[in-house]
């Protein structure tokens, strides 16, 4: 009997053996690595997408402020949210090259009551991540207000780094009126 026993805990053990390791990846079975292998290709691929110039199509933007700052000291900042949503049919990059090159952010401009440009490129606020067609994300800038006291118009736009304003492509641009005290 308790070789019978014996023989019985061997096949057990025997067999719980073979169906772990039947669980185990089968480096011979068809298709094995591709699931895998197409897994991290996309990955890479996401990771490493080409970066150029976007298609004139692609800059089309809604920007969009719930409580654009009215009032400002000269030469201090402000910060507060805009909605960005990406109004045309490609994805956006929120990275771009080592220099930035290719990645679109949002960016503003200080224009004077007439509309004259006044301060170009104040600062940038950079994507949180890719934009999807359709989709929005709430972006924080902290724009700094021109030195000289006066009324002025902030303007934000999207930009594509040393390509392209968006708003210079026929998009609209999101503008409101501030006091520089």
Request: proline share 6%.
């Amino acid at each position: 009997m308790k070789l019978l026993f014996k023989l019985f805990a061997v096949s057990c053990l025997t067999l719980g053996l073979i169906n772990c390791s039947s669980n185990a990846p089968n480096s011979n079975a068809p298709n094995s690595g591709a699931a895998n292998a197409s897994k991290t290709s996309s990955s890479a691929a996401d990771s490493n997408a080409k970066l150029e110039a976007l298609p004139e199509s692609a800059l089309k933007a809604a920007i969009s402020v719930k409580e654009a700052p009215k009032k400002i000291k000269a030469g201090e900042t402000a910060t507060f949210n805009a909605t960005a949503k990406n109004i045309s049919d490609t994805k956006w990059p929120a990275t771009g090259l080592s220099d930035g090159k290719y990645r679109v952010a949002l960016g503003d401009h200080w224009l004077a009551a007439n509309g004259k440009l006044v301060t170009l490129d104040d600062t940038r606020a950079l994507l949180p991540n890719n934009l999807e067609p359709g989709k929005e994300v709430e972006v924080p800038i902290t724009v700094t207000a021109p030195k000289t006291p006066g009324d002025y118009i902030l303007e934000l736009d999207m930009v594509q780094e040393q390509i392209n304003w968006f708003k210079d492509k026929g998009s609209s641009s999101f503008r409101t009126q501030v006091k520089v005290e």
